[in-house]
């Protein structure tokens, strides 16, 4: 069995559902939140071969269609039982950016891309897809909220991907081992609301004068 491509699956199935929602909450009628959801799971991937100069997996292998399809069902089905929960959203999203931060790398280093150069190209796997959805949906994108780490762990998990393949130490369990990492690091930023330092001090956060 391809570990990578179930990998690959799941996280455009994950991201596809935080893209249904969005459509949901949005208003949006059945083949908004599929075109919403397919957008969310497989943007980040599409943006990464373009990069490579490679064709896009969601069209070389259209079993990528199929996680974009059924996200949009089970939403459509079970959206009431699922916006019970208020953080459901951002639960796939880490789900979704935990596997795509880490395939997306892999799927750079076997394209011969560089060390740097694929751990920037799975964060952008793994962010490039949430960016779209926010951008489409009108919505100020999560990757820029100064009050998150949405890009954070996405790095994170990149960098190990690459390190752990530079060593020699890279396998599908070591990958799996680093997914789960970046998920609980994202989701533990959530709850504690963990953010990184703002690009400059704004007005009112300056001292007063004497």
Known sequence: MDWSLVADLAGTFFFAISGCMVATRRGYDIIGSLLLGALTGLGGGIIRDLIL????????????????????????FLAHGVERFPRTLLLFDAGGLALFCTTGTVTALHAGMNLPGAAILGVTTGVGGGLLRDVVANRDPQLFNPKDLYAVPAIVGASLIAILWSIGRYSALAQLFVAILVFVFRVLSLRFHWHVPRAATTVGDQPQGQ
Do not use: N, R, S
Request: proline letters at 21%; charged letters at 0%.
């Open 53 to 76: 100069g490679v064709p896009p997996a969601a069209f070389a292998q259209p079993v990528h269609l199929i996680p974009p399809i059924a996200a949009a069902l089970f939403v459509y």
